[in-house]
């Protein structure tokens, strides 16, 4: 398995015993609260995932407000992380590093600031290092898919001293096949 695929697998893993955990108790809240404020927000974030790719920090934006929604309704751990968390991965994914900080900086402080005022404790802290998981994932596996690329592109090209000592006896540089080369002055040097 690649080391991408192996970085991938880690981060879905993560998510997956993460919402083991803490969604279960929010899907009951969610259930018996019959409240439709709690349908609408999931829904409206979920679906904003479709346009993540043409709009990515739209996407960004509506996961966020759903999730502090849903925080402000109640909710420790909205059933809208994983949707925040996924449109985070993709925009440090696609995006320079300058941005993927901007981003990541403003999302994490709006998801904090919410958990805090909402559930005092750990929760926001918890929810802090999950939305950094994500963005870091997502600037690792840029990181890997442009050196995967840069590899690719040139798999004959060696590095700039190999290439000198493999050019440097050649007879296009003044040396002949009996090692002696000739210098701009015309002398000979063994």
Same mark, same amino acid.
């Given at each position: ?52 790719? %043409? ?17 402000? !309704? ?19 994914? @696609?995006? $320079? ?58 798999? @004959?090209?060696?590095? %700039? ?11 296009? !540089? ?5 090692? !002696?080369?000739?210098?701009?002055? $015309?002398?000979?040097?063994?």
């Amino acid at each position: 398995m690649a080391r991408q695929e192996l970085l991938l697998l880690s981060a879905v893993t993560a998510m997956v015993l993460f919402a083991v955990v803490t969604i279960p108790a929010d899907i009951q809240h969610a259930l018996s609260s019959h409240q439709p404020l709690s349908w609408l927000a999931g829904a409206v974030v979920y679906a904003a995932l479709a346009a993540r790719r %043409r709009f990515p920090l739209g996407t960004v934006a509506i996961a966020v407000i759903g999730s502090v929604v849903l925080m402000a !309704n109640g909710m420790a751990y909205p059933l809208t992380l994983p949707a925040v968390f996924y449109a985070l991965y993709s925009v440090a994914l @696609g995006a $320079g590093p300058g941005r993927t900080l901007a981003v990541g900086v403003a999302v994490k402080a709006a998801l904090l600031g919410a958990s805090l005022i909402t559930h005092p404790g750990i929760t926001g802290f918890v929810i802090l290092l999950w939305a950094a998981l994500a963005v870091t994932t997502g600037s690792a596996s840029r990181t890997h898919r442009a050196y995967i690329a840069r590899s690719r592109s040139a798999p @004959g090209e060696q590095s %700039r001293p190999g290439k000198m000592r493999r050019t440097a006896g050649s007879p296009r !540089n003044g040396c002949g096949s009996h090692g !002696n080369c000739t210098t701009p002055s $015309g002398t000979t040097s063994p």
